[in-house]
């Protein structure tokens, strides 16, 4: 049996433990909740961007090299939430963050911004305009969820707006690299020929093409994923897993 003075300790170091999670605990909060205030805000001065420029030239086009540096930016920095998952900051999966996030910079840095040619297309605009209103509705819910002030518009937003944006957005992202196929090909771009020094033979075009596919699978996955959170969520239901 323990002594007393041994259950003095114990609790002392168990009160320390508590303590230091709760410090950390409010460090993590503090941190989570000022980097969803600035990405809220980030987006909301693309989306005045974008609102002023079509009001000033009433046109798309020119629209993508107007916002470009914020975009990409804003949209690179979101690197931090594989970085959250990693550690433990969310509950939220790694791999399935690092897809999404990976695949909105990729989308930013080497098909957009690589090729000039597409950067006046109306694809552009279209899934501009659909990352932006995901993200101001994601990022402030994330927020007012931290914050403990959570308005039901902006749940009701975050878990409904998506039935139209996210295959919108699809669309757009998939008619993007539709268009920058041809100047691919054409220039060679990112592409490896053999022979060379590595031995290594790679093709940019056919990357593209690949990608373009993996659409096919991954769309419906992630669409049907969101509506169980939506159900449960939005509806309280109970949403059980069925194993493969």
């Known amino acids: 049996m323990a002594s007393s003075d041994e259950d003095g300790v114990a609790a002392s170091d168990e009160k320390e433990n508590n303590n230091k999670k709760g410090v950390k605990g409010t460090v993590a909060t503090a941190w989570l909740t000022f980097y969803n205030i600035a990405m809220t805000a980030g987006w909301l001065v693309l989306a005045m961007a974008m609102m002023r420029f079509y009001m000033q030239k009433g046109t798309h086009k020119g629209l993508y090299r107007s916002i470009a540096r914020t975009l990409k930016f804003f949209q690179t920095f979101a690197l931090v939430e594989v970085g959250h998952c990693a550690i433990g900051l969310v509950r939220t999966s790694v791999i399935v963050t690092g897809v999404q996030v990976s695949s909105r910079i990729f989308m930013v840095w080497f098909v957009t911004n690589s090729i000039r040619q597409i950067q006046n297309e109306g694809s552009v605009v279209l899934f501009l305009v659909v990352w932006t209103l ?19 518009f902006i749940k009701w937003a975050r878990y409904t707006l998506f039935i139209v944006l996210y295959p919108l957005g699809v669309v757009g992202e998939l008619l993007t690299i539709h268009s920058a196929l041809p100047f691919v090909r054409r220039s060679g771009m990112y592409s490896m020929r053999l022979p060379n020094k590595y031995n290594v033979s790679f093709d940019y075009y056919y990357c593209l093409v690949v990608i373009m596919l993996s659409y096919i699978p991954l769309f419906p996955q992630l669409f049907f994923h969101m509506l169980r959170q939506r159900r449960r969520v939005l509806h309280g239901e109970v949403i059980v897993e069925k194993d493969d």
């Open 134 to 152: 995901t993200e101001i509705t994601r990022y402030s819910y994330y927020t007012f969820n931290l914050l403990h002030h959570l308005p039901y």
